[in-house]
């Protein structure tokens, strides 16, 4: 399969280029502020309130350098977008072998169903919280939000931003309302932005502070998003949009820090200063504020989180979309896409809460943010050797100072997981059944390791010559004379509607009255699947008759034509007729289906050019 622009669906659809001014400008803007809702969801939500009511302000300083190291990231992820036309995945297709590029999906997809593992338990938290409705129910109602993903992408992307930026604002209003409400020391809050240093549980709630803010998925999708944004090709044009694209995620980014400030000093205020000090969890937050501060607070917190969680899930089933078609050059639809990843992070849930219950979510939020601090490097590491790289940047490569920066940051990154990883195998090993430590556990730690130093080694070793094209589709073909192909057996697929005329026509001119036509209709009934051709129900016979007629017709027009009538499932039996009959050309009629229809009736043209090696003519 070849592999297509990024997210092709919406690719260039925003046009720039026909306005001026401040409206040309906002024309740009609308990319970082989907990404910024990951920086802002439920799983920042629990490490935030974890920091605050443990630690006080003392972990602020945490934040504000997450922050940076994530507009400075995300920048990079954007320019890598603007200058090469490549997301960061299929940079990584085209520059790693295929064997790296299956675990580093792997890797990517882990870390996204962790981001989803926290909005669905968010989305379930916020319900509970506002409706009374129990965990479980929550957590099974939101696979219905793939439906809302696929009414957005059917919109537009800059509806699809439009609801985003509402999420967002619901969330930020929310936050401001309750700041007011708890009045935090602000002298406290200056004091905690001087660093510290960490270890034990600070470290652990601070690693999942750095993997909730700087998300290993937004470094993908922020470099597919910019690519929807048209504008001209030349050094102009592209400076420009590097710099509208940054100030787009200067603004976006800082607005989403003020978010997570506001939740730790919220939490800071409202519960270690109170010296409830093992607020961890979302519901036990919402509870003291309401015992605390009473009112609309409470009411406010549960609301911004169901908005933080739903704008969140369809950040990531784009994510999700972009390391598919990126790493693997595979695509599949975007609601199966989508449900899987959902149905990925659910079982999880369901097995916490039927085993655990309902108090061991809180626990799994968190570590869902580590297990994104975790994959980080996979996805920086490339990043920064992408944006480096003067011979494929054009002219655009990151300067000293800014790859300086970079490369501190991954360490910094790498260095406190490398730590943390090391800190939380130890005390693992000290449990009395440890086995699955040293046989399972260190091996993948290793082998994980081995991988990340791979990723870092393996563009600087590599001569440039030796590195695979990065041309998406390949380089042209050299086209000769081509002799006039002429079809001596064509199948006709039929199915007594409308559409027929135009299919029969269409293949007629195909092969005109030399060719022998197969007159094909496949008879879909319950029994017809479990009795084949011993089938004699109604439909069936009807069936027969009006292929017949077909077939008479086109016989008295000159043709030669056989008709055979086909059982069961309809992309499987077009294909054997086809095989049976030595068919050099298929011709089937296309619906025309649109939305919900094409999900439950498009199928059989894709399933058949699947499963037929010859020639398929699809007509409208």
């Not at 690719?11 to 990404?35: C, D, M």
């Not at 034990?200 to 998925?217: E, K, S």
Request: aromatic share 10%; glycine share 8%; charged share 15%.
């Amino acid at each position: 399969m070849k592999q297509s622009e990024s997210l092709s669906e919406v690719h260039n659809s925003v046009e720039t280029n026909k306005r001026t001014g401040w409206k040309r400008i906002l024309s740009f803007i609308g990319p970082a502020y989907l990404v910024s809702v990951g920086y802002m969801d439920p799983g920042n939500w629990a490490t935030d309130l974890a920091g605050g009511s443990q630690f006080g302000y003392q972990l602020i300083w945490v934040l504000l350098m997450s922050n940076l190291i994530a507009l400075l990231l995300q920048s990079l992820s954007a320019r890598l977008g603007i200058v090469r036309g490549l997301d960061l995945a299929q940079a990584s297709r085209t520059t790693y072998p295929k064997w790296a590029n299956v675990p580093l999906y792997i890797l990517a997809q882990t870390a996204i169903i962790a981001c989803d593992l926290a909005e669905i338990i968010g989305m379930a938290i916020g319900l509970q919280l506002l409706f009374g409705l129990p965990l479980i129910w929550g957590i099974s109602l939101t696979v219905l939000d793939t439906f809302v993903l696929l009414f957005l992408m059917n919109k537009g992307m800059r509806k699809m931003e439009a609801f985003i930026v509402s999420m967002v604002f619901i969330v930020g209003i929310s936050f401001l309302v309750e700041m007011f409400i708890v009045e935090p020391s602000l002298k406290d809050v200056v004091k905690g932005f001087e660093p510290s240093v960490l270890s034990g549980d600070a470290l652990y709630i601070a690693i999942g502070i750095i993997g909730a803010t700087v998300m290993p998925h937004n470094l993908y999708l922020h470099s597919s998003l910019v690519q929807t944004r048209k504008f001209n090709r030349d050094v102009k044009g592209i400076k420009e949009a590097i710099k509208f694209n940054f100030i787009d995620t200067a603004i976006a980014l800082n607005l989403a820090f003020l978010v997570n400030a506001a939740i730790l000093i919220l939490a800071a205020a409202a519960f270690y200063n109170n010296g409830l000090h093992e607020v961890a969890e979302i519901q036990d937050a919402y509870i003291l504020l309401e015992n605390i501060f009473g009112g609309v607070a409470p009411s406010l917190f549960a609301i911004a989180l169901i908005a933080a969680g739903q704008s969140s899930t369809v950040t990531g089933t784009l994510a999700g979309q972009i390391i598919m078609e990126g790493h693997l050059n595979l695509r599949i639809r975007p609601w199966l896409r989508r449900l899987i990843t959902r149905l990925l992070a659910i079982v999880p849930a369901f097995f916490t809460i039927l085993y655990f219950g309902d108090d061991a979510l809180s626990g799994l939020l968190i570590l869902s943010q580590v297990v994104l601090s975790l994959q980080l490097g996979f996805a920086v590491i490339p990043l920064i050797h992408f944006t480096s790289d003067k011979k494929e940047m054009k002219g655009f490569a990151i300067k000293s100072w800014v790859k300086i920066l970079a490369w501190i940051s991954a360490l910094v990154i790498v260095s406190l997981n490398v730590k943390m990883v090391v800190e939380e195998i130890g005390s693992w090993t000290e449990g009395a059944n440890a086995w699955y430590v040293d046989y399972l556990v260190i091996p993948a730690s290793i082998l994980i390791g081995l991988l990340l130093l791979y990723i870092f080694i393996h563009p600087i070793i590599v001569s440039r010559k030796e590195l695979k094209t990065n041309v998406p589709h390949g380089d042209a073909l050299n086209i000769e004379e081509v002799d006039k192909i002429k079809h001596t057996r064509i199948g006709i697929t039929v199915d007594f509607s409308k559409n027929d005329r135009n299919t029969i026509q269409h293949a007629l001119l195909q092969g005109g009255k030399d060719a022998e036509y197969v007159l094909i209709h496949i008879v879909e009934t319950a029994l017809a699947n479990y009795y084949g051709k011993n089938t004699l129900d109604y439909e069936t016979q009807s069936d027969t008759l009006n292929l017949q007629k077909y077939s008479d017709n086109l016989m008295n027009l000159g043709y030669m034509v056989t008709p055979v009538i086909g059982y069961g499932g309809t992309a499987k039996a077009i294909a054997e007729i086809s095989d049976q009959n030595e068919l050099q050309l298929l011709v089937m009629g296309a619906h025309g289906h649109k939305g919900i229809k094409d999900l439950i009736f498009g199928t059989t043209v894709d399933a058949v050019r699947h499963k037929v090696k010859i020639p398929v003519l699809i007509v409208r």
